[in-house]
């Protein structure tokens, strides 16, 4: 069984700063594309940064100079450094990556549960 599960989110004051982690578990063979998604209250599931296998990376317009996605292949973890934290940054997070299972070797999209992050003053 793949599983992904988020966590670090919570409640921060504008300005601020949080780090969202994402753990991948199960008999995975591989793990291709990682991503971060967000959605806000009253708003579209919109792709907030991406990660593949080597490093690179690609950001949203909005989040860009201030979110940094990271990962480490080995711990089969990824990464969200958000600072400079806005009010609209507000959102539930996502943790979204292909894996490939042991069993059949194919890629397969999962999704995380999501972990809330709150920008409040």
């Known amino acids: 069984q793949v599983q992904l599960v988020e966590s670090g989110g919570g409640l921060v004051q504008p300005g601020g700063s949080l780090r969202l982690s994402c753990a991948a578990s199960?008999?995975?063979?591989?793990?291709?594309?990682m991503n971060w998604y967000r959605q806000g209250p009253g708003n579209q599931r919109e792709l907030v940064a991406v990660?593949?296998?080597?490093?690179?990376?690609d950001y949203a317009d909005s989040v860009k100079g201030r979110f940094t996605i990271s990962r480490d292949n080995d711990q089969k973890m990824v990464y969200l450094q958000m600072n400079s934290l806005k009010l609209e940054d507000t959102a539930n997070y996502y943790c979204?990556?292909?894996?490939?299972?042991?069993?059949?070797?194919?890629?397969?999209?999962?999704w995380g549960q999501g972990t809330q992050v709150t920008v409040s003053s």
């Open positions: 979204n990556a292909d894996i490939a299972s042991s069993t059949d070797y194919r890629l397969k999209n999962y």
């Open positions: 199960g008999t995975i063979f591989s793990i291709g594309i």
């Open positions: 990660i593949d296998r080597s490093g690179g990376t």
